[in-house]
């Protein structure tokens, strides 16, 4: 290794030379029909062996194309849909990186010696000033969700590294618990903007042996109004970095953001399939008034191939209440939204992780950035306000491959907004009605209209306005009963 060369350039290098040699059509081949495996891909056996025991067995489509080229140092601009494995695609390089520098013995350190720091009054050496944080890798999220995930998920691939220390920075936790972390000098740094740019502005952490900086979900940023803090932090990055930016669309202003950040990138698009993916089933329930949504939700939770749920509400209100209803009820629940305190919202997750939690009724807080694998169903107790949230949400489920179900609780005066759902993932969803939870009123046909002209929903138009008289309709006792029993058996996961 060249005596000026960093420990990650030195590794980048080698696998620069085999991309180099093999030609552009690496990535291609990669991806091809035949399947590489992730050994096959250029990771080591001990992070192949910590990918094993976490259930993955081959890379996704975005992880196939991205791990050679992150590997090989190059710069990424990468559009993936949600749920296809972006976190392990620019994760995976980097700690393969350092474990590959650990190998050569190669030993990191803390940047420059502290300075002397003369004596005290009685001619005691002073103690030096504690020195800054100087990770070689920074990952850029817009959610404190989304950052806590990214850093479990470096934890879980680096496991069997003699030392890979990443920590999360972020908004709502207290700054002597997060200085304490920056002590330890973390080689991975995943952060939310803001409460990055406090420690850099405090000189808490410096920027300048920074090897890797991955903007993770760069349009939703961009969307929060994040860009000016971006390209603040940016500035205060070596400009020899290598750069990975992982968007669901590079258009608009993520152009512009690109051809400043990006030196010559490998570019990857991985399609969105048509429609939600395969492996989630997708289906609704026309539901007469709150009331009736309620009995329906509980008697679904029940379901005995439930493992873990995420319920999505319209707000935060309607989350604490809801989560409230259904441990009431005997479920296991909890919520999540945007006025928890942050403690509180990292006790939440972890209790979701650990299984504590069989029920998580959130906002669209959760929507991006939680990978739970026992998450099996997700419901819509609420349609989102925007079609593309629909397929965020129910992206909660089917990860990496696995099975899902996605169910949609839905009121007939939503019906436009399930054929906007419908228009946007291309595919119709499919009716699904229990016996014995039936809606009173027939379906919405096209226009949102029933059948024989009136309009959906009540006289005053209203969605949600006066219950019906339960007469002529399904009593309580039509599905209570399977509901009860069905707690029953859903509490032994409790």
Known sequence: MNSNQSPLDAVAALALGKAENAG?????????????????????????????????????????????????????????????????????????RFAAFQRDGGKRTNGAPAANAGTTADGRPRRPAPQPARPNMLVLTPTRELALQVTTAAA????????????????????????????????????????????LERGKIDLSQLQILVLDEADRMLDMGFVDDIESIVALTPPERQTMLFSATLDGKIGSLTERLLRNPERIEITRTIGAPANI?????????????????????????????????ATKSE????????????????????????????????ALRERKVRVLVATDVAARGIDVPGITHVFNYDLPKFAEDYVHRIGRT????????????????????????????????????????????APPTNGGARPGGRPA????????GKPRSSAGGPRRSGGGGTGNGGRGGFSRHS
């Open 281 to 313: 089933t997708q289906s609704i329930h026309w539901v007469d008034d709150r009331a009736h949504k309620d009995r329906l939700l509980e008697h679904l939770l029940s379901d005995r191939e439930l493992d873990q749920a995420i319920v999505f509400t």
């Open 457 to 464: 929903g009540n006289r005053n138009g209203s969605g949600f």
């Open 398 to 441: 089917g990860r990496a491959g696995r099975t899902g179900t996605a169910v949609s609780l839905v009121h007939h005066a939503e019906f436009q907004a399930v054929k906007r759902i419908e228009r946007f993932t291309r595919q119709p969803l499919p009716v699904n009605v229990v016996a014995g939870f039936e809606p009173r009123r």
């Open 156 to 199: 879980t691939y680096g496991k069997h590294l003699r030392r890979l220390r990443c920590v999360s920075i972020l908004g709502g936790v207290p700054y002597r618990q997060q200085l304490e972390l920056l002590s330890k000098n973390p080689e991975i740094l995943v952060a939310t903007p803001g409460r990055l740019l406090d420690h």
């Open 24 to 96: 552009a059509e690496i990535i291609v081949a990669a991806a091809a029909p035949s399947g590489p495996t992730f050994a096959d891909l250029g990771l080591s056996a001990e992070i192949v062996s910590a990918l094993t025991a976490t259930g993955y067995t081959a890379p996704t489509g975005v992880q196939a194309r991205a791990i050679p080229a992150g590997l090989a140092g190059r710069d990424l601009l990468v559009s993936s849909p949600t749920g296809s494995g972006k976190t392990a695609a620019f994760m995976l390089p980097a700690i393969e």
């Open 319 to 350: 989350a604490d209440q809801l989560a409230g209803r259904l441990s009431d009820a005997g479920f296991a629940s909890a919520a999540l939204h945007g006025d928890l305190p942050q403690g509180a919202r990292n006790r939440t997750l972890r």
